[in-house]
């Protein structure tokens, strides 16, 4: 999911940055201070499981588990997402500074849209009915991060549209993947402490 340096086209690259740095400054006012360590959390799970990649071709894949983050956050996985972006493309080279505003965006975004659209549906009802939604969502979330990161390669000329389609088909398989462990996290969160989910409805 992350895209290198020099691969995109520098509008696509400006667009997202400060697309992704109003993403950012949203989730950034809805940071309160009970939900910083949570954030700290989804953040460093971040960085370590998208760490693990698999090579498939001429590329590879790896979880991202950003559908959970934006269930748990909402806005505020913007900055948290971002900030393991960050680390991963100072310490280990993924992605690049330069495109670390279009790669926030391509990855925090889903995970927005993810809480927006499931966020309520999980809250509401059983642990068991919240975790079925909640591996909708994580699917989702996977999803809509390859058609973004597919829209990002295809909008930079035509050149791409290969690896446009061979993100997305790739990364079926990760969807299952991050649907069951989401689902998962969602009903122990539930059983445990569901007050998670009501502040994030409540950003």
């Given at each position: ?178 649907a069951m462990l989401t689902g998962f996290a969602v009903m122990l969160a539930r059983k445990v402490k569901p007050e998670l989910f009501e502040k994030a409805i409540l950003t």
């Open positions: 999911m992350h895209i290198v340096d020099g691969a995109l086209s520098n509008p696509v690259v400006i667009g997202g940055a400060i697309a992704a740095a109003g993403g950012i400054a949203m989730g950034l006012r809805s940071l309160d201070l009970d939900r910083i360590p949570t954030a700290g959390v989804l953040s460093a799970s971040f960085f370590v499981a998208s760490l693990i990649h698999v090579p498939i071709g001429p590329s590879s894949v790896h979880l991202i588990l950003n559908g959970l983050a934006g269930l748990l956050l909402g806005w505020a996985a913007f900055p948290a997402l971002f900030v393991g972006l960050l680390l991963q493309a100072v310490f280990f080279g993924f992605g690049g500074l330069t495109v670390l505003g279009i790669n926030t965006l391509n990855i925090a975004l889903p995970a927005v849209l993810t809480w927006m659209i499931f966020g309520r549906l999980i809250a509401r009802g059983s642990a068991i009915k919240g975790a079925i939604w909640g591996g909708i969502g994580g699917a989702f979330s996977i999803a809509a991060t390859t058609a973004f990161v597919a829209i990002s390669l295809a909008m930079s000329g035509d050149a791409f549209l290969p690896a446009a389609k061979l993100v997305f088909f790739a990364h079926i398989p990760v969807m299952g993947i991050e």
